[in-house]
Nanobody, 122 residues
Framework: QVQLVESGGGLVQPGKSLRLSCAAS????????MAWFRQAPGKERIFVAG????????NYADSVKGRFTIARDNAKNTVTLQMNSLELEDTAVYYC???????????????WGQGTQVTVSS
């Protein structure tokens, strides 16, 4: 079992930045690949960014490439999502997920955090 707790969400104006964190506890964090997903009101949960267990490989959804950066610190058991140039469409609940397989699907077996709300509004 891996317990994940997200933090850092909030209300931010378009064009500004926000940094999300996900703290992990339980099983060995460095054994898991990590990802961020988001779910906007009335929409499905979708993949945003992923990082492999060592931190050497990252993947991003096209909608956030060049604006968001995922990183991890295995010594601190944390994964972060730096979000720059935020847009109205980035408004969603953001979830982190831990998976054993390097496949970042919503239905890939893994562990989810409870989510943190990000609202982009002027």
């Amino acid at each position: 079992q891996v317990q994940l707790v997200e933090s850092g969400g909030g209300l931010v104006q378009p064009g500004k930045s926000l940094r999300l964190s996900c703290a992990a506890s339980g099983r060995t964090f460095s054994n898991y690949h990590m990802a961020w997903f988001r779910q906007a009101p009335g929409k499905e949960r979708i993949f945003v960014a992923g990082i492999n267990s060592s931190g050497g490989t990252t993947n991003y959804a096209d909608s956030v490439k060049g604006r968001f950066t995922i990183a991890r610190d295995n010594a601190k058991n944390t994964v972060t999502l730096q979000m720059n140039s935020l847009e109205l469409e980035d408004t969603a609940v953001y979830y982190c997920k831990a998976v054993k397989l390097y496949h970042f699907g919503v239905n890939t077996p893994g562990f989810w955090g409870q989510g943190t709300q990000v609202t982009v509004s002027s």
